[in-house]
């Protein structure tokens, strides 16, 4: 006899409407704050922007490196069933275009592409964080499945992640006509071309990262919102000119009320910290825009308008950007200042300047050093990209060029991190660069007899 997962696999993939269904659930799964929790807490947590008032032990613990095994924000599940998402729309696919008549094959490699892009941000949001991961390729949906997969090395995760985004970015659409909801929620050139760059960067492949910005740049798709509306349309209204990829609010509005609300922001978990906000000084991006000064509270999110109004517990139906205009031109700058054969110190100002002068209303002033360029870059995504996730990446990203010839950049989150007994201690935890690398959930070891603890967390 069958199993019973099989007769369901076999009744259901029969036509495209059932597979765009299967499409839509990949997105549904990722629209979830399982998900975006951690998308989110795991890019800024490690980093020196966000302070706990009153987060729990688990979300404490990350926020000072000090990470074990048995940490239950560590647990990548929600990331792997979006992943087997994917995978069983790959999988069956084929099959429902061989029985619908009316199912192109043009509409067959788009959804897929948009399946194969999205299990590539959920590879590309894993590697960052734990290095090494399994890499599953085939859909966990009967007996045959290997339920034990050990880990890949971080090289070959990227290339795969390399090897499919390169594929599937010609069959996905330009746009999609029905909203800008619709084109900013869905995977499209842009979106594939924007993971492309930032694994590109990330592994240090500064050349093929200027040429994926430079194919985003020219699809004459993006551009920078005006700097007077640069908190109401990329963030309180969401879907810009300037996004390029944004989950539409579901349950992701609960990763951002209960991260930086909870019915009133001066009750929020988490906020800013103080002395970021003096490095907004005539800045669009400053009071009220990326944080509330007075009630020291994150108001990216939280925040209605420039008065300083705040969301009611209720309001929360901000989308969820992954990737926007800004970020992709200070990607292409940093690839500027880095590669050896395509090196422009020149182009990297104008692409940071593009970001500064959109905020400031005046030129970033003249820079013309590889490493003053460097830092002007890294100030400009702290301020650009505040509480998007980001942070954490950046600084480790920096950090570690060159067998972490930077690695100060780490320590020194130590003392933003500590009172005025603990420095030494927590800059124990900071110390250790294996630490910058999370710990496999215990569960999934113990589940496991293939997979092997992350090397800090060993014993």
């Known amino acids: 006899m069958e199993p019973q997962d099989s007769l369901i696999q076999q009744e259901f993939w029969q036509n495209k409407e059932q597979v765009s269904a299967a499409l839509a659930g990949c997105y549904a799964s990722m629209n979830q704050s399982g998900f975006t929790d951690r998308v989110l807490l795991w890019g800024e947590l490690r980093g020196d922007m966000l302070v706990s008032l009153r987060a729990g032990n688990d979300q404490n613990n990350m926020l000072k490196n000090f990470m074990f095994p048995s940490n239950g924000f560590t647990n990548w ?9 994917c995978n069983l729309v790959l999988t069956y696919a084929d099959q429902a275009q061989v ?47 290997d339920f034990y997969p050990a880990k890949n090395t971080e090289d070959e995760i990227i290339a795969q992640i390399i090897s499919d985004l390169e594929a599937a970015v010609n069959d996905l659409n330009l746009g999609f006509a029905q909203s800008p909801a619709h084109d900013k929620g869905k995977m499209t050139k842009g979106a ?7 694994i590109y ?21 993006y551009n920078l919102v005006d700097g007077a509306n640069w908190f109401n349309d990329i963030f309180f209204e969401g879907n810009s000119d300037e996004g390029i990829f944004e989950l539409q609010f579901s349950d992701i509005n609960a990763t951002l009320r209960n991260a930086f609300q909870v019915g009133n922001p001066t009750y929020a978990p988490f906020s800013g ?18 944080y509330g000064m007075f ?38 700058a940093e690839a500027y200042i880095l590669s050896t054969t395509n090196k422009d110190l020149n182009k990297a100002y104008a692409l940071i300047n593009q970001v500064h002068e959109r905020a400031v209303g005046t030129p970033l002033e003249q820079i013309t050093t590889e490493g003053e360029l460097l830092n002007a870059l890294l100030l400009e995504r702290q301020k650009e990209l505040a509480f998007e996730g980001k942070r954490w990446y950046d600084l480790l990203r920096f950090a570690k060029r060159n067998d972490f010839e930077n690695q100060y950049l780490i320590l020194d989150l130590a003392a933003v991190k500590a009172g005025p007994d603990d420095y030494e201690q927590i800059l124990s935890y900071f110390s250790e660069k294996e ?19 992350n090397p800090y967390y060993e014993n």
């Open 192 to 198: 594939a071309l924007a993971i492309l760059a930032d």
């Open 295 to 332: 009630q020291n509270t994150v108001f990216k999110y939280a925040g209605v308008d420039a008065t300083g109004v705040y969301r009611g517990a209720d309001q929360y139906y901000n989308t969820f950007i992954f990737y926007r205009y800004a970020d992709v031109l200070l990607m292409q």
């Open 435 to 453: 630490s910058y690398y999370l710990p496999i959930y215990l569960n999934e070891v113990n589940l496991n007899p293939n997979l092997i603890q």
């Open 273 to 290: 910290i103080f002395e970021l906000y003096n490095e907004f000084p005539d800045d669009v991006r400053g009071n009220f825009a990326t």
């Open 201 to 221: 960067l990330w592994d240090e492949q500064y050349d093929n990262c200027i040429d994926a910005t430079t194919r985003l740049v020219n699809l004459n798709k």
């Open 77 to 85: 599940s929600t990331l792997y069933k979006t992943i087997n998402h």
């Open 99 to 145: 029985n619908d008549l009316s199912f192109t094959e043009q509409e067959l490699r788009r959804i897929k592409a948009e399946a194969i892009t999205i299990r590539s941000l959920v590879y590309s949001i894993l590697v960052k964080n734990f290095r090494e991961v399994p890499l599953i390729l085939t859909a966990t949906a009967d007996t045959d499945t």
